[in-house]
C-alpha cells in the first residue's frame, strides 16, 4: 500500500515561513492537496493540485510537489494559522491516502 | 450553499452493524463522486472509501475491506457507508467528502458523525 509521511510537528515564529513537508514513493508524479483542520472543525483544502489555492484561502499559503515530497509552504505565518495539516494523494486514481498530519505550532 | 449533513453514528458493540447516511444538497449530485474520510479521537485523518459519480465504482481502505460498503442514491442525493462487524478500532468521526471534478482533492466535507464501539 501506498504511504505519506509527515512531521508530527512544526513550530514557527509569528511573521515567519512554515514548510510541512509530505514524503512518498513517487508523490512527485500525482497531485497532493492539503487540509487545514482546527480543533474540532472539518478540514478544508487549503492547496489543491499541487500548488493552486481555492478562493478564499489567503496568498501566504503555497504548494509545491517535485520528486518524492511536496511541501506546503505558509509565508508570513499568523497565530490563526495554528492547526493541524494533512497531506493527500491518490494511489492509482482512485485510493485515497492521508499523511499522518503535522501540528503547527505558531509561537 | 453545497451542505453535507452525515447522521446514523451512535454507540454500538463489538461485532455489531451500523449504517451511515450523507445528505447533500446545493450542487447536482449525481455529478460527483465521494468518499468516507474517518478520524479516531485525537488522531490523523483515515480515507476509508470512494464510489464515483454513477457508483460503478468502489474503492475500500484496506482496515476495512469485506466489512464497510459504500453506495449512493442519485434520486435521493445521499451517500451510504453500511459497516459490518465493527471492531473497537472503527471508533471514530465519520465525515463524507465530494471528490472535486478533476478528481484529485476533496472541496467540500461534512461536520462528521461519531461511531463509538465498545462494550
Known amino acids: 500500500s501506498y504511504d505519506l509521511t509527515q512531521p508530527p510537528s512544526v513550530s514557527v515564529s509569528p511573521g515567519q515561513t512554515a514548510s510541512i513537508t509530505c514524503s512518498g514513493y513517487k508523490l512527485g508524479d500525482k497531485y497532493a492537496s492539503w487540509y487545514q483542520q482546527k480543533p474540532g472543525q472539518s478540514p478544508v483544502v487549503v492547496i489543491y493540485q499541487d500548488n493552486k489555492r481555492p478562493s478564499g484561502i489567503p496568498e501566504r499559503f503555497s504548494g509545491s510537489n517535485s520528486g518524492n515530497t511536496a511541501t506546503l509552504t505558509i509565508s508570513g505565518t499568523q497565530a490563526v494559522d495554528e492547526a493541524d495539516y494533512y497531506c493527500?494523494?491518490?494511489?492509482?486514481?482512485?485510493?485515497?491516502?492521508f499523511g499522518g498530519g503535522t501540528k503547527l505550532t505558531v509561537l | 450553499e453545497v451542505q453535507l449533513v452525515e447522521s446514523g453514528g451512535d454507540v454500538i458493540r463489538p461485532g455489531g452493524s451500523l449504517r451511515l447516511s450523507c445528505a447533500a444538497s446545493g450542487f447536482t449530485f449525481g455529478d460527483y463522486g465521494l468518499s468516507w474520510v474517518r478520524q479516531a479521537p485525537g488522531k490523523g485523518l483515515e480515507w476509508v472509501s470512494g464510489i464515483t459519480w454513477n457508483g460503478d465504482r468502489t474503492d475500500y481502505a484496506d482496515s476495512v475491506k469485506g466489512r464497510f460498503t459504500i453506495s449512493r442514491d442519485n434520486a435521493k442525493n445521499s451517500l451510504f457507508l453500511q459497516m459490518n462487524t465493527l471492531r473497537p478500532e472503527d471508533t471514530a468521526f465519520y465525515y463524507c467528502?465530494?471528490?472535486?471534478?478533476?478528481?484529485?482533492?476533496?472541496?467540500?466535507w461534512g461536520q462528521g458523525t461519531l461511531v463509538t464501539v465498545s462494550s
Open positions: 493527500l494523494a491518490w494511489d492509482s486514481g482512485t485510493v485515497g491516502v
Open positions: 467528502a465530494r471528490r472535486e471534478n478533476s478528481g484529485w482533492y476533496f472541496d467540500y
